[in-house]
């Protein structure tokens, strides 16, 4: 006998039922619905990510082939194409923001507890990817003249690189003014580009005890008030204290000391000068901080080429949005099922196994730590054997 249901259903068992139930009371998204419940919704939807469902009569396609095994996923059958489409137009998106960050204390549980280095400092990378999008079917996102496009913003956090924080805004929205929204603890660490220089913000860090570090502009004005000691045998070039004229002083009339650091990037041939807030730490360390800061780039790519956010089911800025939130639940789902597996999946070969063996009957956790392997074969279950009724005598006695 089968004794576990669907990869998919087990996937779903990730989400707290309660939780998004208590959502959707609470932001009336079930509002004139009329049997197409939200968690029918969320099932679509997340189908469309894991199964990369390129349309809405792909979604509705897929699930209605797999008509039998709905039951598991709480569903009574495959929603209609219309029927999903006015849902992903009409029902609040918030509804699945508020379910991502749910999901996100339950990964981070599950995360590693430190990132890489030695120091025990909250570790962070920010940075924004545009979305593009036509401009003639997505007339409400106008970016350029004959282009279209939102912006997504993610604060990543570094122990088990999750994002911590997500935001969707039209793609003219500046990173600063976004980044002047964050509120980040003292003694945390923060790396960004050079699109998120803004002195006055960098000022409001120092004074709230938060590090940054980032590239420094190439036309940027700066003094020099002392040199220090380079490491030997390190790509190091130079390290030196500066100050910045046209950054806001302290509160006490002195400017606020930052720090210069040059690196030499062996591969791309070229020197690297980087900016920072902390003084104490080695140049070396700066150097590998802001290295890692590649890591929320490769976020950024494994979403857009594993998940469906380059082509979307819908085209109003709700369903758009809708169908983003979703996938950054995906990808918590996903980066879960990387922390509990010991196999060491590669993102890309993970999403794929999973979409081919969505509706396989496999207990999720042996699967995920080996996928290969073939169920045990379970044989009809054994007739029992009867005892023999002697009629005749029983009718003699009667």
């Known amino acids: 006998m089968i004794s576990s249901t669907s990869l998919f259903s087990q996937v779903l068992t990730l989400i ?6 208590r959502n959707v009371k609470e932001l009336k998204a079930e509002r004139h619905s009329k049997g197409f419940s939200c968690w029918d919704q969320f099932v679509a939807m997340l189908f469309c990510q894991l199964a990369q469902a390129k349309s809405l009569r792909e979604i509705t396609s897929g ?19 219309s029927t999903l489409s006015y849902a992903n137009k009409h029902r609040p998106w918030q ?8 999901l996100l204390g339950r990964c981070q549980e599950a995360a590693p507890g430190k990132h890489k280095f030695r120091f025990k400092n909250k570790l962070l990378s920010l940075d924004a990817s545009i979305i593009d999008l036509c401009v003639e079917l997505f007339d409400w996102a106008k970016y350029r003249s004959t282009k279209g496009a939102v912006k ?8 088990g690189y999750l994002p911590t924080f997500a935001l969707i805004t039209e ?6 003014r976004m980044a002047r929204t964050l509120k980040l603890a003292a003694d945390s660490i923060i790396v960004i580009d050079r699109g998120y220089t803004d002195y006055e913000l960098f000022a409001r860090w120092s004074k709230e005890g938060v590090w940054f570090v980032t590239r420094l502009k190439q036309n940027a004005d ?5 040199a220090q000691e380079v490491p030997q045998n390190r790509p190091i070039l130079r390290d030196q204290i500066i100050w910045l004229p046209s950054a806001p002083l302290r509160e006490n009339g002195e400017p606020e000391l930052l720090r210069l650091i040059e690196v030499w990037d062996e591969k791309k041939q070229e020197s690297i000068v980087l900016l920072t807030n902390h003084l104490k730490f080695g140049a070396t360390t700066i150097a590998a901080i802001y290295k890692d800061r590649w890591q929320i780039e490769l976020f950024f790519k494994a979403l857009k080429q594993n998940l469906r956010v380059k082509t979307f089911v819908g085209t109003s800025a709700n369903a758009l949005r809708i169908q983003i939130w979703t996938a950054l639940i995906a990808m918590l789902l996903l980066r879960y099922l990387q922390f509990k597996s010991k196999l060491g999946w590669a993102l890309s070969n993970l999403v794929a196994l999973l979409r081919w063996n969505l ?3 496999r207990d999720l956790l042996k699967w995920i ?14 007739q029992l054997d009867l005892p023999a009724i002697n009629l005749d005598s029983n009718r003699a006695a009667a």
Do not use: W
């Open 359 to 361: 509706f396989t009957y």
């Open 222 to 226: 700066y003094e020099v008030i002392a």
């Open 152 to 159: 997504l913003h993610l604060l990543l956090d570094h122990a």
């Open 16 to 21: 707290s039922r309660n939780e998004f139930q």
């Open 95 to 102: 509804l699945y923001e508020r379910t991502f960050y749910q």
């Open 63 to 81: 699930l209605r082939c797999c008509v039998g095994k709905l039951n598991h996923l709480g569903m009574k059958e495959a929603p209609k194409r």
């Open 369 to 382: 730590d080996d996928p290969y392997e073939t169920p045990p074969e379970t044989g009809p279950p054994e």
């Open 171 to 176: 793609g003219k929205q500046h990173e600063v």
